[in-house]
């Protein structure tokens, strides 16, 4: 797993559409998690009241 995470964004070259997979997958999984921890604070910043 560590692994992982130090290998995104560096360019390799691919050689199986399950290498191609498991790749795309583990980037998916990294915005999910980052789609789940925004989207709280921003639905609280849109709906938060004026104190006006």
Same mark, same amino acid.
């Given at each position: 797993?560590?692994?992982?995470?130090?290998?995104?964004?560096?360019?390799?070259?691919? *050689?199986?559409?399950?290498?191609? !997979?498991? !790749?795309?997958?583990?980037?998916? !999984?990294?915005?999910?998690?980052?789609?789940?921890?925004?989207?709280?604070?921003? *639905?609280? !910043?849109?709906?938060?009241?004026?104190?006006?």
């Amino acid at each position: 797993m560590i692994d992982f995470f130090l290998n995104v964004g560096q360019v390799e070259q691919i *050689y199986t559409v399950v290498d191609f !997979y498991t !790749y795309i997958k583990g980037l998916e !999984y990294l915005l999910c998690l980052l789609f789940f921890s925004i989207f709280p604070i921003f *639905y609280r !910043y849109i709906n938060n009241p004026d104190k006006d």
